[in-house]
């Protein structure tokens, strides 16, 4: 099975690297940047799991992109997904799959529209990964999952062939044959935890310490009730496990948003928490702590975008 990984950052990355590991035939299509990175350092990752140093990973750029692939692992930002489904878009024949793995919901909408719903598969991970500075990939925590499974007709020969190329690759990959609801649960989660480690510029145990971790499960709570509203409701256990991750004493744990916003990056405050804010069907309250979350990010994305024109030179005159 010929896998393209779209991104090596820090998911793409992670994933790649264990089933290029594992002997699976990966390619990692990648942008200029990156690709000279990957050149210089090898794809690297620091795991309590297990390191992985793999010196010139396969890659390939969009403009050299020709022949169809079997599987499109889809790892990029979702401020990045249209750019990133123009560039491999030439990698998607009449047999391809494509597994997305960002959070959110929204990305499928956009896969549907552009390959037709057939080729786009349900997906998710859950780990907590980061690149640093030259490009290496840190793994935080011992959980490394992934789910996928299609959302329509179940039982398909090509899933069943993906099952095989993803299952015992070095984490733990998981078939589901109740992928949306799947996708939901994490949807739910990651917009709290986002949500409430970026509003208090914080993680869990901190948030703890402070005696706020009610702030922590209200808005677990109303992040569970909007998945509700729209069919998607987690079950007890999922709304359980989401409370005590993120109101556990002691522990470390932020979203991956956090990191973003520590380091200045853009965040995907609206396919995270804007999109699940606007599927309230019960009438918008203007105290949810949903919305004050998420207008945190938006101030937080205005502010980087006019300190950039600020820090921009003036165009010059010809
Ligand atoms: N990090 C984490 O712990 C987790 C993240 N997620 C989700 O996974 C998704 C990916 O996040 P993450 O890996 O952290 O993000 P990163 O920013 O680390 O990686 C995204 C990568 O996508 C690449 N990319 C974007 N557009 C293109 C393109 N057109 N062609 C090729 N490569 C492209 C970027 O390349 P370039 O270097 O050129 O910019 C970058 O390397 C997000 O939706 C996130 O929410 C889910 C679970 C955990
Ligand atoms: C919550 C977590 C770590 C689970 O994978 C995540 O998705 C993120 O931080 O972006």
């Given at each position: 099975?010929?896998?393209?990984?779209?991104?090596?950052?820090?998911?793409?990355?992670?994933?790649?690297?264990?089933?290029?590991?594992?002997g699976?035939?990966?390619?990692?299509?990648?942008?200029?940047?990156?690709?000279?990175q990957l050149?210089k350092?090898g794809?690297?990752?620091?795991?309590?799991?297990?390191?992985?140093?793999?010196?010139?990973?396969?890659?390939i750029?969009?403009?050299?992109l020709?022949?169809?692939?079997?599987?499109?692992?889809?790892?990029?930002?979702?401020?990045?997904?249209?750019?990133?489904?123009?560039?491999?878009?030439?990698?998607?024949?009449?047999?391809?799959?494509?597994?997305?793995?960002?959070?959110?919901?929204?990305?499928?909408?956009?896969?549907?529209?552009?390959?037709?719903?057939?080729?786009?598969?349900?997906?998710?991970c859950?780990?907590?990964?980061?690149l640093?500075?030259?490009?290496?990939?840190l793994?935080?925590?011992?959980?490394?999952?992934?789910a996928?499974?299609?959302?329509?007709?179940?039982?398909?020969?090509?899933?069943?062939?993906?099952?095989?190329?993803?299952?015992?690759?070095?984490?733990?990959?998981?078939?589901?044959?109740?992928?949306?609801?799947?996708?939901?649960?994490?949807?739910?989660?990651?917009?709290?935890?986002?949500?409430?480690?970026?509003?208090?510029?914080?993680a869990?145990?901190?948030?703890?310490?402070?005696?706020?971790s009610?702030?922590a499960?209200?808005?677990v709570?109303?992040?569970?009730?909007i998945?509700a509203?729209?069919?998607?409701?987690?079950?007890e256990?999922?709304?359980?496990?989401?409370?005590?991750m993120?109101?556990?004493?002691?522990?470390?744990?932020v979203?991956?948003?956090?990191?973003?916003?520590?380091?200045?990056?853009?965040?995907?405050?609206?396919?995270?928490?804007?999109?699940?804010?606007?599927?309230?069907?019960?009438?918008?309250?203007?105290?949810?702590?949903?919305?004050?979350?998420?207008a945190?990010?938006?101030?937080?994305?205005?502010?980087?975008?006019?300190?950039?024109?600020?820090?921009?030179?003036?165009?010059?005159?010809?």
């Amino acid at each position: 099975m010929r896998i393209l990984v779209v991104g090596a950052g820090a998911i793409g990355g992670y994933f790649g690297a264990r089933l290029l590991k594992a002997g699976r035939d990966v390619t990692f299509l990648v942008r200029s940047r990156r690709a000279a990175q990957l050149a210089k350092t090898g794809l690297v990752v620091k795991s309590p799991l297990g390191d992985i140093d793999i010196q010139n990973p396969p890659v390939i750029s969009a403009e050299a992109l020709r022949e169809p692939f079997d599987l499109i692992i889809l790892s990029c930002k979702a401020y990045d997904l249209d750019g990133a489904i123009d560039s491999f878009a030439p990698a998607v024949g009449p047999d391809t799959a494509i597994l997305p793995l960002l959070n959110g919901m929204r990305h499928l909408d956009a896969l549907d529209a552009r390959f037709g719903a057939a080729h786009v598969l349900g997906g998710l991970c859950a780990i907590s990964t980061a690149l640093d500075p030259e490009g290496r990939i840190l793994h935080f925590g011992n959980f490394h999952n992934l789910a996928f499974g299609e959302r329509g007709c179940v039982g398909s020969k090509q899933v069943a062939a993906i099952e095989t190329a993803l299952l015992n690759a070095g984490f733990d990959a998981r078939r589901s044959g109740k992928i949306l609801q799947d996708m939901w649960d994490k949807w739910a989660f990651i917009a709290s935890a986002a949500g409430i480690t970026c509003l208090m510029r914080a993680a869990a145990g901190d948030i703890a310490a402070a005696g706020a971790s009610d702030l922590a499960t209200s808005l677990v709570d109303e992040c569970a009730s909007i998945a509700a509203e729209n069919g998607y409701g987690p079950s007890e256990a999922a709304l359980a496990r989401s409370k005590t991750m993120l109101t556990a004493p002691g522990s470390e744990f932020v979203a991956s948003m956090l990191r973003d916003v520590e380091r200045g990056a853009p965040t995907e405050g609206d396919h995270i928490l804007g999109d699940l804010l606007s599927r309230k069907v019960a009438g918008q309250d203007p105290k949810s702590l949903l919305r004050i979350a998420y207008a945190h990010l938006k101030a937080y994305e205005a502010r980087r975008a006019r300190e950039a024109a600020a820090a921009k030179p003036p165009p010059t005159r010809s």
